[in-house]
C-alpha cells in the first residue's frame, strides 16, 4: 500500500503531468478562463483518463503482446482512445444527462488532449503491472485537474487587474503557468 | 490565395505556437536546446506534409461522419513510420524526444490543419500550406530552444558562446522556465504586431 500512496504522491505534485511532463497543455490554457468550465474538464479528465489507461494497457498485453505488433502501439492507442471517448459520450448522454449537460463539451476535446495518449505510453514504457497502471492513471488525471482548477482560480483574478496589452491572454497565462510550476517544483525531492 | 502565399504564412502570419495558439506539449518540453526542438520541429513538419497530403488526395472519398477518425488514422501511420525511423537512424535524438514522438499524434496543429485546410483544398495546396506551418512550427521551436539553451547553460548548437564569467541560469532549463520563456516571446511578438499595426493606423 505504501508504494501506491508514493505513486499517488509523485504522480499528482513532484511530477505532475500538466506542470512538470508537459502532457495536455492545450486544454490547460484554453479552459482555465473560468472555475466552472476548469471543473469540469477536469472531472471529465480523471473519468477517461483511468478508462483509458486502464484499457489501453489490457490492449497492449493481451491483443499488441502476444501478436508481436507492438510498432502499431500508436495507431492502436488512439483508435482505443477515440472509440472510448465516443462510447463514454453516448452512454453518460443515455444514462445520466445532468452528468451530459455538465461535462457533454469537454468529451470530444478530450481525444486530442495528449495527457490522455501520455498517460497510455508511460504506463507501457515504465513496466507497470496492471494495478499500479489504474493507479498512476488516476493520480496523474487528478494531478491534472488540480493544476488546471488552481489555474483558473489564478486567472480569474485576472479580470480585475490591469495587464500590459503584449501580455493580455495567452503570455500572461504562460507567465501563471511558469510561476504554478515553481511552487510545484518545490516538491521535488518529496519522493 | 497563391501557393506561395499559403506557403509563406506559416512564417508570420499564422506561425504555430504562436499565432495557432496549438500543440504546446512538445513546445515546452523538447526545447531545452536547440537542435532538439529543430529535430521536434522536422519530424512534425514530415507528418504534417504528408498528412496534409493524403487527407487531401483523399477528401472526395472520406465521408463527412467519420472523418476526425479517418484523419488520426492517416496521421498515426506517419507518426508510425517517423518513430520508426528515428529509433533506426537518429536514435540519440528519439532517446532525448521520447514519449514526444509517439504524441505527434495527438499534436493539434497536424489535426487541425487536415480539418480546416486539407479536407478542403487540392493536394498542392495543402502541400503548401503543410511545408509552410510545418518550417514555422520548427522555427518558432529552433529559436525557443536556442534562447534555452543560451541562457540556460550558455552555449549554442553546443558551442560555448558566452563569456567566461558567466552564470547559467539553470531556471531556463527547468519546467517552469519553459512557460515562463514562451510566454516572454509571445508577449515580445504581440507587441511587434501592436507597433505594426499603430504604424499602419497612421500613416
Redesign the interface.
Known amino acids: 500500500m505504501g508504494d501506491f500512496i508514493l505513486l499517488m504522491v509523485s504522480a499528482i505534485l513532484v511530477n505532475n503531468i500538466l ?8 486544454p490547460f ?1 484554453g479552459v482555465s478562463r473560468s472555475m466552472d468550465t476548469a471543473t469540469g474538464m477536469g472531472l471529465a479528465v480523471i473519468f477517461v483518463l483511468t478508462l483509458a489507461g486502464t484499457i489501453t494497457w489490457l490492449v497492449h498485453s493481451y491483443i499488441l503482446v502476444p501478436l508481436g505488433i507492438e ?5 492502436a492507442f ?2 482505443v482512445i ?1 472509440t472510448l471517448v465516443q462510447f463514454v459520450e453516448m452512454v453518460v448522454q443515455k444514462t445520466a444527462p445532468p452528468l451530459y449537460e455538465a461535462l457533454g463539451i469537454f468529451l470530444p476535446l478530450i ?4 495527457a490522455v ?2 498517460v497510455a ?2 504506463n507501457i ?1 515504465e513496466g507497470y503491472d496492471f494495478i499500479t497502471a489504474i493507479f498512476f492513471s488516476f493520480a496523474s488525471a487528478c494531478g491534472f485537474a488540480l493544476a488546471l482548477v488552481l489555474m483558473a482560480g489564478m486567472r480569474e483574478r485576472f479580470a480585475l487587474v490591469k495587464i ?5 491572454g ?6 501563471t ?3 504554478i ?2 511552487a510545484f ?1 518545490g516538491f521535488m525531492g518529496l519522493v | 490565395m497563391s501557393i506561395k502565399d499559403e506557403f509563406t504564412k506559416g512564417f508570420w502570419k499564422t506561425i504555430p505556437p504562436f499565432r495557432l495558439v496549438l500543440g504546446l506539449c512538445p513546445v515546452l518540453a523538447v526545447t531545452t536546446t536547440g537542435i532538439n526542438g529543430m529535430g521536434m520541429g522536422l519530424a512534425t513538419t514530415f507528418v504534417l506534409v504528408f498528412s496534409n497530403l493524403f487527407v487531401s488526395l483523399l477528401r472526395k472519398f472520406i465521408p463527412r461522419e467519420v472523418r476526425i477518425a479517418s484523419f488520426i488514422v492517416i496521421i498515426a501511420s506517419f507518426v508510425v513510420i517517423v518513430e520508426l525511423v528515428m529509433q533506426a537512424y537518429f536514435y540519440q535524438l528519439f532517446k532525448i524526444l521520447g514519449i514526444f514522438i509517439p504524441l505527434i499524434v495527438v499534436n493539434c496543429i497536424i489535426l487541425g490543419r487536415a480539418e480546416a485546410f486539407a479536407s478542403k483544398n487540392g493536394p498542392i495546396m495543402s502541400l503548401a500550406d503543410g511545408l509552410g506551418i510545418g518550417l514555422g512550427f520548427t522555427i518558432s521551436l529552433f529559436v525557443l530552444g536556442s534562447i534555452r539553451e543560451l541562457l540556460g547553460s550558455g552555449t549554442l548548437l553546443d558551442f560555448n558562446v558566452m563569456w567566461s564569467g558567466f552564470e547559467p541560469f539553470a531556471f531556463m532549463l527547468k519546467p517552469p522556465g519553459a512557460f515562463v520563456a514562451l510566454g516572454i516571446l509571445l508577449a515580445l511578438m504581440n507587441l511587434i504586431t501592436q507597433i505594426q499595426e499603430r504604424r499602419g493606423g497612421a500613416s
Do not use: D, V, W
Open positions: 506542470l512538470i511532463r508537459f502532457l495536455g497543455n492545450c490554457l510498432y502499431l502501439r500508436t495507431i488512439i483508435l477515440a481525444t486530442t488532449n495528449c495518449f501520455g505510453i508511460i514504457n500590459p496589452r503584449p501580455f493580455e495567452t503570455a500572461i497565462g504562460l507567465i503557468a511558469g510561476l510550476a515553481l517544483s
